[in-house]
């Protein structure tokens, strides 16, 4: 009995253990497949950095960052390093400097561990389990819509695709699709013939370029070997998908500053960048991103609203400032009287509402 006591409090020691771990930049994700290129098996290279600003409560938010063809991980790390300053990077390095979608150099199963990567974030205390983000660029940018359709994980709360839109082996005959084996560029669509029912509830942001030299803006044969989706029509299917009703978004878009027009569904739920930036972006694009996903916008030490301190006004700020509703406070200008005047009122409501998801995270 005392064997079986010790060993069941080791288990539980152990398990413990393993879920107090935080993700730090030296930490090693090893996720490794096995498949007719690499037999014997192959790991994916992980890039990871952290934010200089402590983990709010709730842990950081992550997003994964996918490279694109003859890319790596460190290298595309290293350019979101600067736009995404406030979530936890992590950025895998695909099999020969690319991601399995079609005709690639790799036939890896990359949404496999796509899957794994985003279930093993999930386990860190620093890490916030239910803001898993993706980010992707070109080839990556194919690969993060292959996730966004075939990934079924609710973690998995936003995708961001950069001049890479829909291909029509992933929609095609009015349905989301994946492939149920191999995939291969002289098979129907690729091999895409699984028909699949994506998650419903996820952000997604589309930047494309109508100058695009290689992933055509109209749609149509690339020089990738995959035939695309016209970009506002790839929205639009994706904005239907997220539960929109209406018609296809039709003129220019709104202008967000040179050269860059959006084009917003359900409340900038799905939202697509026309752009002529040709196969990249520009800064306007790049500022996007990190708004779209609610980066940090204003130092945290500043931020008089945020009076849970955990990097965020909102709800559970509002409900702060309303149970002191109507107290005086003394001094006047301290706690939860922001205007100064002496008492928890309208003004200070007013302050709160104003900053609403504007401070940190």
């Given at each position: 009995m005392k064997t079986i006591t010790a060993l069941l409090i080791t288990l539980l020691c152990s398990t413990i253990t393993i879920h107090a771990e935080d993700l730090t930049n030296a930490t090693e994700i090893d996720i490794t497949r096995t498949w007719s290129q690499e037999p014997g098996g192959w790991t994916y290279p992980m890039a990871i950095r952290l934010p200089d600003v402590e983990a709010p409560s709730q842990g950081y938010p992550v997003c994964i960052l996918l490279h694109g063809n003859g890319g790596n991980g460190q290298g595309t790390l290293n350019q979101?390093?600067?736009?995404?300053?406030?979530?936890?990077?992590?950025?895998?390095?695909?099999?020969?400097?690319?991601?399995?979608?079609?005709?690639?150099?790799?036939?890896?199963?990359?949404?496999?561990?796509?899957?794994?990567?985003?279930?093993?974030?999930?386990?860190?205390?620093?890490?916030?389990?239910?803001?898993?983000?993706?980010?992707?660029?070109?080839?990556?940018?194919?690969?993060?819509?292959?996730?966004?359709?075939?990934?079924?994980?609710?973690?998995?709360?936003?995708?961001?695709?950069?001049?890479?839109?829909?291909?029509?082996?992933?929609?095609h005959d009015d349905d989301f699709h994946s492939p149920s084996g191999m995939t291969d560029p002289d098979d129907p669509y690729c091999g895409y013939d699984q028909v699949k029912a994506?998650?419903?509830?996820?952000?997604?942001?589309?930047?494309?370029?109508?100058?695009?030299?290689?992933?055509?803006?109209?749609?149509?044969?690339?020089?990738?070997?995959?035939?695309?989706?016209?970009?506002?029509?790839?929205?639009?299917?994706?904005?239907?998908?997220?539960?929109?009703?209406?018609?296809?978004?039709?003129?220019?878009?709104?202008?967000?500053?040179?050269?860059?027009?959006?084009?917003?569904?359900?409340?900038?739920?799905?939202?697509?960048?026309?752009?002529?930036?040709?196969?990249?972006m520009n800064s306007v694009q790049r500022d996007y991103i990190s708004s779209f996903l609610m980066d940090c916008v204003?130092?945290?030490?500043?931020?008089?609203?945020?009076?849970?301190?955990?990097?965020?006004?909102?709800?559970?700020?509002?409900?702060?400032?309303?149970?002191?509703?109507?107290?005086?406070?003394?001094p006047p200008g301290s706690g939860y009287d922001l205007n100064g005047d002496g008492l928890v009122s309208g003004p200070d409501l007013s302050q709160v509402l104003g900053f609403w998801g504007k401070c940190g995270y």
């Open positions: 979101f390093s600067q736009i995404l300053t406030c979530h936890a990077l992590v950025a895998p390095s695909g099999y020969a400097s690319s991601w399995n979608i079609c005709g690639e150099n790799s036939d890896a199963p990359d949404v496999s561990m796509i899957d794994e990567l985003i279930t093993r974030l999930q386990t860190y205390d620093n890490v916030d389990a239910d803001r898993i983000r993706i980010v992707g660029s070109s080839n990556g940018s194919a690969l993060a819509n292959r996730v966004l359709i075939e990934n079924m994980n609710p973690g998995l709360d936003a995708v961001c695709a950069v001049v890479s839109q829909l291909s029509e082996p992933q929609y994506p998650i419903t509830n996820r952000k997604y942001l589309g930047i494309s370029n109508v100058n695009d030299g290689i992933i055509p803006y109209k749609g149509g044969q690339s020089p990738v070997g995959v035939s695309f989706l016209p970009a506002e029509y790839a929205a639009y299917m994706i904005a239907r998908l997220m539960g929109y009703e209406g018609e296809q978004f039709e003129g220019p878009g709104d202008p967000l500053g040179s050269d860059v027009f959006a084009h917003p569904y359900l409340d900038d739920q799905v939202v697509m960048l026309r752009g002529f930036a040709g196969h990249g204003a130092i945290p030490e500043t931020c008089l609203e945020d009076f849970n301190e955990d990097f965020r006004v909102d709800g559970a700020d509002l409900t702060l400032l309303l149970g002191e509703w109507g107290e005086e406070v003394d």
